[in-house]
């Protein structure tokens, strides 16, 4: 992939424009005159000009193209918008003011593939209750049919997400290694980092002692997600914490997994008095169980996305580490189909 090219012959903006790029994820090739920057012009994803190079730039009359900044450390030059014209150029970015913005540009232009995936919150209305199972089976169902999907376990006390998978052994990031992450990520080095298993990516926690994950770890992995995915599935712990209400708030649709029994009923309804207060579309998905499906909704008070049949052989094939069957034919291949049908844009 070609990378964003920088003209100047400034050194103290060629610094600043060096180290913006690193925050982005991204390297620069650099030209110092127009001549250098020739053979680059029309593949750069961005192109970023410097102040002291736009005149320059100007008397070669480069082809007309998108993607194309001038960067400025002078918020006083009364010629900064006719510099800009004259290069061809949409935009000025004048640092530091404009230092997150061009950040964002930066980190657009080495994502090649830009989607706009949404994310599927997945929470239980009690322990048990199979919301992890529901998370997983989704984000597998999708991934069969051929979406690019992202699994992440919010839950650090879950046992991992991966573990359900029977994928604990295999390499690539977890939580621990992304936690200090503030900037923005690079949609394309997630998802290489990221264990993955054909068009499903996995994002869980390493064994042993784990941390709770900041929120700005949170939000940087799911709007990297987004950007570089068709679906992002997380699987959410009962007891929100701050990064949990993080994933809620970019929450298209949030799932909420009860059982059809007193019990169930009734911690679902605590489940929900927090959610309410976090995300818009909360839908319920009811396990079967002692109340009748039209009882255990009303006590809800929420739309329902669905039933998640019992299926007795689920716990020993996962316990196998094999990967439940979700095919057309199959309940909760169907259910999962259904699901993904309602929730996902046509």
Do not use: Y
């Not at 450390?73 to 003011?97: I, M």
């Not at 699987?235 to 298209?252: I, N, Q, V, Y």
């Amino acid at each position: 992939m070609h990378r964003p090219l920088v003209i100047t012959e400034d050194p103290a903006l060629l610094d600043d424009l060096v180290r913006i790029a690193a925050a982005a994820g991204a390297q620069l090739d650099v030209a110092h005159t127009p001549a250098h920057a020739r053979p680059f012009w029309n593949l750069a994803p961005l192109i970023a000009i410097g102040a002291d190079q736009a005149e320059a730039v100007a008397t070669t009359s480069p082809p007309a193209r998108d993607q194309v900044l001038l960067v400025t450390g002078d918020t006083e030059d009364p010629d900064t918008w006719r510099k800009c014209v004259a290069v061809g150029a949409q935009s000025v970015v004048t640092l530091p003011n404009d230092e997150r913005h061009l950040v964002d540009r930066l980190a657009d232009a080495m994502d090649p593939d830009p989607r706009s995936g949404p994310v599927i919150c997945v929470i239980g209305g009690r322990g048990g209750a199979g919301a992890s199972v529901l998370a997983a089976c989704l984000a597998l169902r999708a991934s069969s049919d051929r979406l690019r999907t992202l699994l992440v376990d919010a839950d650090p006390l879950g046992g991992g997400i991966d573990a359900l998978l029977g994928h604990e052994e295999t390499t690539g990031a977890r939580w621990a290694d992304l936690v200090a992450r503030e900037g923005r990520i690079n949609a394309s080095a997630l998802q290489a980092a990221l264990p993955a298993f054909g068009d499903l990516a996995v994002l869980s926690f390493h064994r042993g002692e784990v941390a709770p994950i900041p929120p700005q770890a949170m939000r940087s992995v799911l709007e990297a997600g987004s950007r570089g995915f068709d679906l992002v599935v997380v699987d959410l712990p009962r007891h929100l914490d701050p990064s949990s209400l993080e994933a809620l708030t970019r929450s298209k649709t949030t799932l909420l997994v009860a059982t059809a029994d007193v019990r169930g009923i009734l911690s679902a309804v605590q489940v929900l008095s927090e959610l309410r207060d976090h995300t818009a579309d909360v839908r319920a998905v009811l396990r079967p169980g002692i109340l009748d499906d039209d009882t255990a909704m009303t006590s809800l008070g929420i739309p329902s996305a669905g039933s998640l049949p019992d299926h007795p052989r689920l716990t020993a094939t996962l316990n196998r580490g094999e990967l439940p069957r979700l095919g057309p034919r199959t309940v909760l291949g169907t259910m999962c189909t259904s699901l993904l049908r309602d929730l996902l844009p046509a």
